[in-house]
């Protein structure tokens, strides 16, 4: 670190509100999502219905800082549920491609209506204006975290 014990002090006290948030929120999302249902699955499932496209696992892994083969033992819970379909690549059979279900989209869904009340209720506890200020930090350290190190310039906007 900086050797300053005060930036060192606010750094870890900080990250100690990002982790306790995060598990927080992890547990009372899993208790509001429906049976079977994991943050995990949640995550892919809106991801892909935002993409409303196909892709690679691998991208898919990136997409979410995760290993390939975390990623495919979640694609492999969401297939076998129905929620996504998984097709060759038609001109590299060792590539493939997940695409969301009809049923993974209404699953979706209806994890996010189980979910969208109670992050509302915190936001509207904090206060929408608060909210806002503290979104451009918090995006901010999500990509300097996500930067790997490499001299290429992360845009605050992305």
């Given at each position: 670190?900086?050797?300053?014990?005060?930036?060192?002090?606010?750094?870890?006290?900080?990250?100690?509100?990002?982790?306790?948030?995060?598990?927080?929120?992890?547990?009372?999302?899993?208790?509001?999502?429906?049976?079977?249902?994991?943050?995990?699955?949640?995550?892919?499932?809106n991801h892909?219905?935002?993409?409303?496209?196909?892709?690679?696992?691998?991208?898919?892994?990136?997409?979410?800082?995760?290993?390939?083969?975390?990623?495919?033992?979640?694609?492999?819970?969401?297939?076998?549920?129905?929620?996504?379909?998984?097709?060759?690549?038609?001109?590299d059979a060792?590539?493939?491609?997940?695409?969301?279900?009809?049923?993974?989209?209404?699953?979706?869904?209806?994890?996010?209506?189980?979910?969208?009340?109670?992050?509302?209720?915190?936001?509207?506890?904090?206060?929408?204006?608060?909210?806002?200020?503290?979104?451009?930090?918090?995006?901010?350290?999500?990509?300097?975290?996500?930067?790997?190190?490499?001299?290429?310039?992360?845009?605050?906007?992305?």
């Amino acid at each position: 670190m900086s050797g300053n014990p005060q930036n060192e002090s606010l750094s870890v006290a900080l990250f100690s509100e990002v982790f306790m948030a995060d598990q927080l929120a992890r547990n009372r999302l899993t208790k509001a999502l429906p049976k079977g249902m994991e943050i995990s699955h949640f995550s892919v499932l809106n991801h892909l219905a935002r993409l409303g496209d196909e892709r690679s696992p691998a991208q898919l892994a990136r997409a979410f800082h995760v290993t390939r083969g975390a990623m495919t033992n979640t694609l492999s819970k969401l297939e076998w549920a129905g929620y996504v379909h998984i097709r060759p690549d038609w001109d590299d059979a060792r590539r493939k491609f997940v695409s969301i279900s009809p049923a993974g989209r209404a699953a979706r869904d209806a994890a996010l209506a189980a979910i969208a009340p109670i992050l509302s209720e915190i936001v509207e506890a904090i206060g929408t204006d608060r909210v806002k200020a503290a979104l451009p930090v918090l995006r901010e350290m999500r990509i300097r975290l996500e930067d790997d190190g490499s001299s290429t310039p992360v845009s605050p906007t992305r």
